[in-house]
């Protein structure tokens, strides 16, 4: 049997050039899991090399740089040379610039394409509205992470729902196990936090879609209710500054602890004993998965995907977005109310085990096998994948 080329475009690796961000995380935990006898998988960015596509690098994957704009033109002229020189079975397409310039490669090279979507996003450029109504026939496959994702292609992208499959990222969950107790004191130890606090955090990239600043307002409230409670932001982003001198100002500075980016999401996860997730929207975001795994309470907002994997009252306590007060009162709750508290986390942590990430990549591995039978024109009957197949 011959071995499937397939190529992962992406627009960028990072919104800051410095953090990977979701979409090069789970190219990080995927690419590595699948069959090596039978696919051969190349990620290939848009723009120059950063630190964050160097993670990538590190793990030992092959990246290609094409050094352009998301709006160069002569992107389309690459992507050809690469899929020429590569032997390209399929396109892999993640963002605006890589699906358009993928699309059009992909038309011209006769090479099936697979545009993948991470989230639903409020609105969709004018641009990339014309684009899609003109290239969205010509896409062979699409994922979407969730349900919700799935219904933003249809509307929003122009893409025929035929067309659209639904595969929720997952995450290793081999990897996200609780830390021992004596790691976890002795990472309040360094972070100065008493022994006797409880933890409340958040675990995000600072930007304005995951609405970090509504859980900072939330946090005097709930000071004024649980006075022994420390807050961690984790992550790094743009918005730091703006959110450290917020913090300031609602004289914060020693109530709650910026880390920056941290690599040991399993131990900072194990630190918390309530788990914030307060974005604006979102598809699936990673760090749901990760929190369900080790088993913490999640108090999350009811937007898009993640009202898909959480479930009010049994795996997670949800809040409207950026309602401020409903979020302090639920935290204040949890705090409160431990055996509750411990109840939500055990049934998240069950729940969890449905979003193990090998389950996603044998998924994907059989779009590529579909794909790679219809550009070799033998579409056979051991590949014909019904859109049910892959909900979870």
Known sequence: ?????????????????QNIHGVTRVLSWWIPRFNKERYNLI???LKHPDPASRTLEDLGLKVLYLGRGKLNPITAIDLLKVIKKEKIDVLHLHGYGACNFGRIAAIISKTPALLHEHAAFPRVP?????ADYILAKFISETVANCSSVAEFCIKKRSIPSENV?????????DEFKMASHEDIEKEKQRLNIPPDYKIVGTVARLHEQKGINYFIEAIPEVLNSCPKTKFLIVGDGHLRGELEERCKQLNLQHHVVFTGQRKDIPLILSLLDIKVISSVYEGTTLTVFETMAVGKPII??????????????????VVPPKDVKVLAQKII??????EEAERLGANAREEGKKYDIDSSVRKIEKLY???????????SSTYKIAGGDFDT
Request: charged content about 25%; glycine content about 8%.
């Open 126 to 130: 004018l641009h990339q509205v014309m």
């Open 43 to 45: 990620v290939c960015g």
């Open 369 to 379: 096998d579909k794909l790679y039978d219809l550009k070799n024109h033998n579409l």
């Open 333 to 338: 709750y949890l705090l409160k109310n431990k």
């Open 300 to 317: 999350s907002t009811d937007v898009d995907g993640l009202r898909e994997v959480i479930e009010d009252g049994k795996t997670a306590l």
């Open 165 to 173: 499959k639904v595969i929720f990222n997952g995450i290793p969950l």
């Open 1 to 17: 049997m011959s071995k499937i080329n397939v190529l992962h475009v992406i627009d960028k690796f990072s919104m800051d050039g």
